[in-house]
T-cell receptor, first 115, second 115 residues
Framework: DAEITQSPRHKITETGRQVTLACHQT?????MFWYRQDLGHGLRLIHY???????NKGEVSDGYSVSRSNTEDLPLTLESAASSQTSVYFC??????????????FGPGTRLTVL | AQSVTQLGSHVSVSEGALVLLRCNYS??????LFWYVQYPNQGLQLLLK??????LVKGINGFEAEFKKSETSFHLTKPSAHMSDAAEYFC?????????????FGKGTKLSVKP
């Protein structure tokens, strides 16, 4: 069955370290998204991609970067981790570029703690 | 810009009682609306979506939602709550691109079900 996976599921790191969170989907979807979920804020979009070599900033992109070298993967990198980036991170994918009725499929999440 | 407001961050019902989770949207164009559910320690999954066909939309697990343009609402209901319905529920509206990407989420409503 097609799926979307994230690794690691839990990560503890120190302030200032570079951290990369992996997202891999086997749906062969064009679109991939990274969100963070914080109490009281719901889900906020960090970055998204509509296809290979395409990346776009979301509303909370500062301090994060992504690259899309193939269809299946969209790794999220925290360049220099800060305590404010302690959060639960979700990756999602959807099939159709620009389709407003498209369903997003979510991974299980990565809980990141920055000490 | 589109937005959604979920009234009530926490809702508690007794098992067997009616579930009503409220969502109001703001949109300058006809919206496409979604309800997602997040069970503890899991990613989000689609419950149902409104794509401008029928105004009463039926979803999984006995949930349904009615699109009411005059009230700019898309409230989620279930006639009889079950313990397994305890989760967080997110209403979302889709838009084309921009810094918020495809989906704009509400802040979520946590549903508790008492035995």
């Amino acid at each position: 069955d097609a799926e979307i996976t994230q690794s690691p599921r839990h990560k503890i790191t120190e302030t200032g370290r570079q951290v990369t969170l992996a997202c891999h989907q086997t749906w062969n979807h064009n679109n991939m998204f990274w969100y963070r979920q914080d109490l009281g804020h719901g889900l906020r979009l960090i970055h998204y991609s509509y296809g290979v070599q395409d990346t776009n900033k979301g509303e909370v992109s500062d301090g994060y970067s992504v690259s899309r070298s193939n269809t299946e993967d969209l790794p999220l990198t925290l360049e220099s981790a800060a305590s404010s980036q302690t959060s639960v991170y979700f990756c999602a994918s959807s099939e159709l570029a620009g389709a407003l009725t498209d369903t997003q499929y979510f991974g299980p999440g990565t809980r990141l703690t920055v000490l | 810009a589109q937005s959604v407001t979920q009234l009530g961050s926490h809702v508690s019902v007794s098992e067997g009682a009616l579930v009503l989770l409220r969502c109001n949207y703001s949109s300058s164009v006809p919206p496409y609306l979604f309800w997602y559910v997040q069970y503890p320690n899991q990613g989000l999954q689609l419950l149902l979506k409104y794509t401008s066909a029928a105004t009463l939309v039926k979803g999984i697990n006995g949930f349904e939602a009615e699109f009411k343009k005059s009230e700019t609402s898309f409230h989620l209901t279930k006639p009889s709550a079950h313990m397994s319905d305890a989760a967080e529920y997110f209403c979302a509206v889709s838009q084309k691109g921009g810094s918020q990407g495809n989906l704009i989420f509400g802040k979520g409503t946590k549903l508790s079900v008492k035995p």
